[in-house]
C-alpha cells in the first residue's frame, strides 16, 4: 500500500469518526408545506421537476432561456439570501423503466380490450427501452434567512430558536413570504424559458434524493413520514402521547454509506463516484453540446451534474484575485485568474448580477452487475475517467477527484439537499451567463400515452391521441413514398387502440387505397379471442353485386335520414352530377336535394310491399313469430314487428329494403313536379332542362358505379375495427374519370366507415317514438367511446369539391365540439399541396416523416411557422432504419404550439406487420394462412428483421447473371415455399 492510499484511508476513518452519520450533510428537517421543505436552521426549500421545452432544441433557444431566467431571478441573487441549484441526471439503465412505466397502462388497456399483445409489448418495451436513456432536470431553490432585512432576521431566528418539534409551524411568516416570492419569480422566470416545468412535492423531493443515493434498494412505495401523514410514530411523555415525527434527514439516510478506497462511497447496492469542476468552462457552451457527446457514446454512461448559483459572486474573491495579481509573473494561470477578476469586476460595475457558481458531478454503478466489489471499483474508476474526458472537453473545463471525503462529493450533487457548499470551488460568472448552463431539453405536451415516441438522442416522449391536451384531434401526416407514412399511420392507430381507459375495443375505421392498413387489422384480428374476431375486419372493395352499399340506408326504424347523413348524401349526388374534371353546375346542390327528400318521403307514403319474395329467410322469421301479413303489409311494418319482438339485427337487415335508391332518387328528377317547378332553366352547356340534366348524370353514375344501385348486400356487422381498401375499385390513373371515380369511393367508404361516428346527442328524435329508447342508449355509448377515422393516401381525392367539402365539413364538427364527438380524424397523403388550405387550419396535430425536397421543406416552414433549424432537420431526418424511423411534429396544445423532432421505434415484428411493400405483403400474406399471424411474425422477425425486398433483388439479380434459376415458379413463390418449410421443421422439431 502507498503512503498516500495510507493516508487517504486514514483521513477517510478520521472523517467518519468525527463527522458523525452520514446525514450530517443533509440539512432537511420536515415539512412546512406540500411543496416545501424545512431545513434545520428554518431555512426553505421548493424545488420543481423541468421536463423540457416544446420547440426544437437550439443554441439560440438556450440563450434566450438563460436570458429570461436572468431577467426573472436577478433581484433574487442581488438580495442574497436564495441559492439556486439545478441537478440534470443521466442514467442509460433507467430508460427501461422509463418506458415500462409509460407502455403500462397500454397494457392494462389490451387487457381490457381482451387483446393478446404481451408478446408485442415486451418487444416493443425492449427495443424502446434500450434507445432510451432515463433523465430528469430538478431543480431546487433554497431561501436562508439571510434574505430578510436584519430587523426581521433576528426576529425569525429567536421566532425558530422558541419553536418546539417539527412540523408546518416551524419557519417564520417573513421568511415564508420571502421564500414565495422567490418561488413564483423561479417559475416565471422558467415560464418565460419556454420550460414545461411543475412544481415538485415536498415528498417527492425527499424520495429523489433517497433514490438518488441508494439505488434501486429504496423501494417503488418508499415515501417519508411527514406532519400531517396518519399514524405517526407515537412516544408516552408524563401520560400524554404527542405525536412525534422522525427528522427527515434521518429517514432519507436510512442504509449505511462507507467511503471505500478514500474516493468512492457505497450506499445501498450503488458505489458512487464523485467529482468536480476546478474550474468552469474557459469558454462556455450549451449544455446540448455535453448531451450530445453523452448519449453518442458506447456504451452510454451515467452522469449526475449540479449547478450551484449563490448570491454575491465576487464575495471572497478579492483576496485570491489580489494574490494572482503579485503572481502573475509566475504562471499563466495567475494571469488569467488575475484577467478574469478583473473583467467580473467591470461588469459587476457596469450593472450586471454577478453569482456564484460552481459543478458537481457523480457517477455510479450497481453492485449487482459485477462479480464483487473490487471489480465495480476498478470499473467505476474507468467510467469516471471517461467522464472527465468528456466533461473536461465541454468548454475547456477542469476536473478533479474528491478523496477523502466522497460523501460530500455525493450530496453536493444532489437536489435540495444542502443550500451551498461541496468541494467544488465556487467561481464567479455574470448571472445570464451561469443561467446559460441549464439543461434545456425537449419535452412533450403529454406526460403519459399510449405511443412512447422518443427524440433522437434517447429521450422518451409519450403521445396521446384524445387528451385534453389538446382541445380537438385532427392529425395531418405528408412525407414522400418509402419515407413511412403508411408505417407511421399504422402506428399511430394502435396506439389509439391501446389508450388507457377505453374499457373495451374503441372504434377504429380506415380508409385506404391498397393493403398497407391490412397488417394493423390482421395484429388485431389475432390478438382477439376467436369468439371476438369479427370485431376486427379488412375488407377489399370490389365493384360486384356482393360489395353493394346504398348509402340512403337509415338507422334502424328511421323512415328519414338523419341531418348529417343528409348533407353526405347531397354532397355525394353532387358529385356524381357534375361533369368530370369541373365543378357542377349552379343549383345541382338545391335540386338533389329536393330529389333525396321527395324520395325518402315516397318510400314513406308508399311503402314496399312485404312478401316472401322481398326476403324470404326473414318473411319465414316474422311469420315464425306470429306476425299476421297480407297484401297490404308493407316492409317498415315488418320492421317495426321484428324490432318489437327483439330481433334488432333482423330488422336492420329487412330496412335495406324499405329506404329508397340511388335509381329512385335519380327518377325524381324527370318526376317530380316540385323540381320542375323549381328547375326549369337550361344547364349551360348541355341544352337540357336542369332536372333532366340531373336524371341523366344519375342513370349513367347507375351504370359507372353498380355498388350503389342496389340495397345493400355487404355489411360490416359488428366490427369495431375496420379497413376498406378501395385499389379495385378506384384504381390509380385514368385522368380526370379515374379521379373522379375515386372520389365518389371514398366518399361511400366514409359513409360505410364513418356515418355511425357523426350521431348526435338529440339525433333520437327523428326516430319513431318505439325506436328512441334504443336511439338514445347507442348514441350515448357511441358518444362516450374513443372512435377514430382515417383516410391514407388523400392526394387521390382532395382535388373533387364535392370530397373537399364533406371532409370540411367532418373536420370542422370534429374542432369545434370534439368534447361532444370524442372522435380523431387522420389524413395522410404525400405533400402539403394536397391539403386544402382549410385542413391545415383545423389541424391539431402534424407528422412529417421527410419534406422531400428543400421548396417542401421551405413550404412546410412557413406554413406552420417552423424555425430555419427545424427546416433544415426535416431534410436530414432520412430514410426508417433498425433504430427507427424519424420525423417531425408540429402540436397544437392548450398549453401552446410544440414543435419537435422523433422517432418512432418498433420491433421488428411490428415492423413486419405494417410493411407496405409488395414482397413482403406477398411473404407476410401467404405464411399468414398457414401459421397464423403470431407465429408468422415471430418467424420472419427472426430471419428477415429487414424485410425480404433485399433478398428479392439479390435472387433476381443471380437468376439474370445465371446463377440460381427459380425453377418455374417466381423468386417470390419460392421464397414462400422455402420460408413455409422452414416454418414447418420448427413447428415439428419445437424448435
Known amino acids: 500500500m502507498s503512503l498516500s492510499d495510507t493516508f487517504s484511508r486514514a483521513a477517510t476513518g478520521l472523517y467518519e469518526l468525527l463527522k458523525g452519520p452520514a446525514s450530517s450533510y443533509c440539512r432537511l428537517e420536515s415539512l412546512d408545506d406540500p411543496n416545501t421543505l424545512c431545513a434545520d436552521d428554518g431555512s426553505l426549500v421548493s424545488a420543481f421537476s423541468v421536463e423540457g421545452t416544446l420547440e426544437p432544441v437550439s443554441d439560440s433557444l438556450a440563450a434566450d432561456a438563460a436570458r429570461a431566467l436572468s431577467e426573472k431571478t436577478r433581484a433574487l441573487f442581488d438580495r442574497g439570501g436564495h441559492f439556486v441549484k439545478f441537478v440534470f441526471d443521466y442514467d442509460p439503465a433507467g430508460g ?4 415500462r412505466g409509460m407502455l403500462a397502462p397500454s397494457r392494462r388497456a389490451a387487457a381490457e380490450c381482451g387483446l393478446s399483445l404481451g408478446r408485442i409489448l415486451d418487444g416493443w418495451e425492449a427495443a424502446l427501452g434500450g434507445l432510451c436513456a432515463g433523465e430528469g432536470l430538478t431543480v431546487a431553490l433554497w431561501t436562508t434567512l439571510a434574505a430578510l432585512a436584519p430587523a426581521e432576521r433576528g426576529k425569525a431566528a429567536k421566532a425558530f430558536a422558541e419553536a418546539s418539534g417539527f412540523g408546518i409551524l416551524r419557519g417564520a411568516a417573513d421568511l415564508r413570504s420571502a421564500h414565495g416570492g422567490a418561488v413564483s419569480a423561479l417559475s416565471e422566470g422558467l415560464r418565460l424559458a419556454g420550460l414545461k416545468a411543475l412544481p415538485m412535492p415536498a415528498k417527492a423531493l425527499a424520495r429523489k434524493i433517497r433514490a438518488d443515493v441508494y439505488g434501486p434498494s429504496v423501494p417503488r412505495s418508499w415515501s417519508p413520514r411527514l406532519p400531517g401523514d396518519p399514524f405517526p410514530l407515537l412516544l408516552p411523555d408524563a401520560g400524554k402521547e404527542p405525536e412525534i415525527y422522525p427528522s427527515l434527514k434521518a429517514q432519507i439516510f436510512q442504509g449505511r454509506c462507507r467511503a471505500v478506497d478514500g474516493e468512492f462511497l457505497l450506499a445501498g447496492d450503488l458505489l458512487h463516484a464523485p467529482f468536480f469542476l476546478s474550474m468552469p468552462p474557459r469558454d462556455p457552451r450549451p449544455f446540448a453540446r455535453l448531451h450530445a457527446a453523452l448519449s453518442s457514446r458506447s456504451p452510454r454512461l451515467p452522469l449526475r451534474m449540479a449547478v450551484s448559483l449563490s448570491p454575491d459572486g465576487l464575495g471572497g474573491m478579492g483576496s485570491r484575485a489580489a494574490l494572482a495579481r503579485v503572481l502573475a509573473f509566475s504562471s499563466r494561470e495567475c494571469r488569467q485568474l488575475a484577467s478574469a477578476a478583473d473583467g467580473v469586476k467591470a461588469m459587476a460595475d457596469g450593472g450586471a448580477c454577478v453569482c456564484g457558481l460552481s459543478f458537481c458531478c457523480d457517477t455510479w454503478t450497481d453492485l449487482g452487475e459485477h462479480g464483487d466489489q473490487g471489480e465495480a471499483v476498478r470499473r467505476l474508476r474507468r467510467q469516471r475517467g471517461e467522464l472527465v474526458k468528456l466533461v473536461s472537453g465541454w468548454g ?3 476536473c478533479q477527484e474528491c478523496p477523502g471525503d466522497p460523501l460530500l462529493g455525493v450530496c453536493a450533487a444532489l437536489p435540495g ?17 451561469a443561467w446559460g448552463f441549464v439543461p434545456v431539453r425537449p419535452a412533450s405536451p403529454w406526460s403519459a400515452g399510449s405511443l412512447v415516441l ?9 403521445f396521446s391521441h384524445n387528451s385534453s391536451v389538446q382541445s380537438s384531434w385532427v392529425d395531418l401526416g405528408m412525407a414522400p413514398m418509402g419515407a413511412g407514412k403508411s408505417v407511421l399511420l399504422n402506428t399511430l392507430n394502435l396506439a389509439f387502440l391501446l389508450q388507457a381507459g377505453a374499457g373495451r375495443l374503441p372504434l377504429l375505421s380506415v380508409v385506404d387505397v391498397g393493403p398497407s392498413s391490412r397488417g394493423l387489422v390482421d395484429l388485431v384480428r389475432s390478438a382477439l379471442p376467436p369468439s371476438r374476431r369479427h370485431e376486427a375486419v379488412f375488407h377489399r372493395l370490389r365493384p360486384s353485386p356482393e360489395s353493394s352499399v346504398n348509402p340512403f340506408d337509415t338507422p334502424l326504424g328511421c323512415r328519414y335520414p338523419l341531418p348529417a347523413q343528409a348533407a353526405f348524401l347531397e354532397n355525394l349526388l353532387t358529385l356524381l352530377a357534375s361533369p368530370v374534371g369541373a365543378p357542377p353546375p349552379s343549383g345541382v346542390g338545391g335540386l338533389v336535394r329536393l330529389c333525396i327528400e321527395g324520395a325518402y318521403l315516397e318510400k314513406d307514403r308508399r311503402p314496399v310491399p312485404f312478401a316472401r319474395e322481398t326476403d324470404p329467410e326473414l318473411w319465414e322469421l316474422a311469420l315464425e313469430l306470429g306476425m299476421v301479413a297480407d297484401g297490404a303489409t308493407s316492409v317498415w311494418e315488418g320492421v317495426d314487428f321484428l324490432f318489437r319482438k327483439g330481433h334488432g ?17 335519380a327518377a325524381r328528377a324527370r318526376t317530380d313536379p316540385a323540381v320542375a317547378a323549381a328547375y326549369g332553366y337550361a344547364v349551360p352547356g348541355t341544352g337540357e332542362d336542369a332536372g333532366s340534366y340531373v336524371w341523366r348524370t344519375l342513370t349513367e353514375a347507375v351504370k359507372d358505379f353498380p355498388v350503389l344501385a342496389r340495397p345493400t348486400a355487404m355489411s360490416l356487422g359488428d366490427a369495431r375495427v375496420m379497413a376498406l381498401d378501395l385499389d379495385e375499385c378506384a384504381p390509380r390513373g385514368g385522368g380526370p374519370s379515374g379521379d373522379r371515380r375515386a372520389a365518389v369511393m371514398y366518399m361511400l367508404a366514409r359513409h360505410m366507415c364513418g356515418s355511425r361516428f357523426f350521431t348526435m346527442p338529440g339525433d333520437e328524435a327523428a326516430a319513431p317514438p318505439m325506436y328512441r329508447e334504443h336511439h338514445a342508449r347507442r348514441i350515448d355509448e357511441l358518444r362516450r367511446e ?4 382515417c383516410y391514407d393516401e388523400l392526394h387521390r381525392v382532395t382535388g373533387e369539391p364535392a370530397v373537399r367539402a364533406q371532409l370540411a365539413g367532418d373536420l370542422e364538427s370534429v374542432t369545434r365540439e370534439s368534447r361532444k364527438w370524442n372522435l380523431s380524424i387522420g389524413l395522410y397523403s404525400q405533400s402539403l399541396n394536397d391539403f386544402p388550405e382549410v385542413f391545415l387550419d383545423l389541424a391539431s396535430s402534424v407528422f412529417l416523416p421527410g419534406a422531400g425536397s428543400r421548396a417542401g421543406a421551405d413550404r412546410i416552414a412557413g406554413t406552420f411557422g417552423l424555425s430555419s433549424e427545424f427546416r433544415d432537420s426535416l431534410l436530414r431526418i432520412g430514410r426508417p432504419g433498425p433504430d427507427g424511423a424519424g420525423f417531425g411534429a408540429v402540436f397544437r396544445t392548450a398549453g401552446g404550439p410544440s414543435a419537435q423532432l422523433l422517432k418512432s421505434t418498433l420491433t421488428p415484428e411490428l415492423l413486419w406487420a405494417f410493411s407496405t411493400t409488395a414482397e413482403d405483403a406477398h ?7 398457414r401459421f397464423g399471424v403470431e407465429r408468422t411474425l415471430a418467424f420472419l422477425a427472426r430471419r428477415w428483421p429487414g424485410g425480404v425486398k433485399a433478398e428479392v433483388e439479390r435472387r433476381r439479380v443471380m437468376e439474370e447473371d445465371g446463377g440460381v434459376p427459380s425453377g418455374g415458379r417466381g423468386i417470390l413463390p419460392d421464397l414462400v415455399a422455402e420460408l413455409a418449410c422452414a416454418m414447418a421443421e420448427e413447428r415439428r422439431t419445437g424448435a
Do not use: N
Not at 454 to 462: L, N, T, V
Not at 786 to 789: A, E
Not at 923 to 929: D, E
Open 396 to 398: 475547456e473545463a477542469s
Open 786 to 789: 374513443p372512435k377514430r377515422l
Open 96 to 99: 427501461g423503466e422509463i418506458v
Open 649 to 665: 339485427h333482423a330488422a336492420h337487415l329487412l330496412q335495406r329494403k324499405a329506404v329508397p335508391t340511388l335509381p329512385d332518387v
Open 454 to 462: 422518443r427524440s433522437f438522442d434517447g429521450k422518451a416522449m409519450p
Open 417 to 433: 439537499l444542502m443550500p451551498a457548499g461541496g468541494p467544488a470551488p465556487r467561481a464567479a460568472a455574470p448571472l445570464e451567463g
Open 923 to 929: 411473404v407476410r400474406a401467404a405464411l399468414y394462412a
